[in-house]
């Protein structure tokens, strides 16, 4: 950021969001120079029709019960730990069999949460796939849930929204 100050001539960002938290560290930068360009989903992600793909990753992936999405770095303001508790509390009460498939890059000094994936049996940690899987991920999923407690976007949302996938986000940011 500090670079970025001395150097550029304007600033683009995805969110008004990220824009104002551009201005609280770099208050003095003119904010008549940052510009609010907001993202969109590729169009690899859409609806699905083709049962033959759906079904070989569903094979593959060995997506057996139905399941629950959530796509993220392992990081701790993506929230997954509450997420985790959440599903978990909602199966012991009977009212959820969904499996939680978690994908994204993997947090190494994130340990808390990886003993939480290991202990809940119901949780499914795939890390990174290609864009091209994970739109059938999402194709595959009965819902889409984004629990993070800070968002420059939230590309995954319009990504599962794109694959007709119904989403519940936090609005946290």
């Known amino acids: 950021f500090k670079a970025i100050k001395k150097k550029a001539a304007a600033v683009i960002t995805v969110s008004d969001y990220t824009k104002n938290d551009f201005l609280g560290l770099f208050p003095e930068f003119p904010a008549e120079r940052i510009f609010v360009t907001h993202e969109a989903a590729s169009n690899i992600f859409f609806k699905m029709n083709d049962q033959d793909r759906l079904e070989a990753v569903r094979r593959s992936r060995r997506f057996e019960k139905p399941f629950v999405l959530s796509v993220g770095s392992l990081k ?98």
């Open 76 to 173: 701790p303001h993506k929230n997954f730990e509450t997420l985790i508790e959440a599903m978990s509390r909602l199966r012991d009460k009977g009212k959820l069999a969904h499996e939680l498939v978690l994908v994204g890059r993997d947090d190494p000094k994130n340990r808390a949460l990886k003993e939480l994936i290991e202990k809940n049996t119901f949780v499914r940690y795939i890390g990174e796939v290609s864009d091209e899987e994970l739109s059938v991920v999402y194709n595959l999923a009965d819902l889409f849930v984004m629990p993070s407690l800070r968002e420059g976007f939230g590309l995954p949302v319009l990504e599962a929204m794109s694959c007709g996938v119904p989403v519940i986000a936090s609005d946290a940011s």
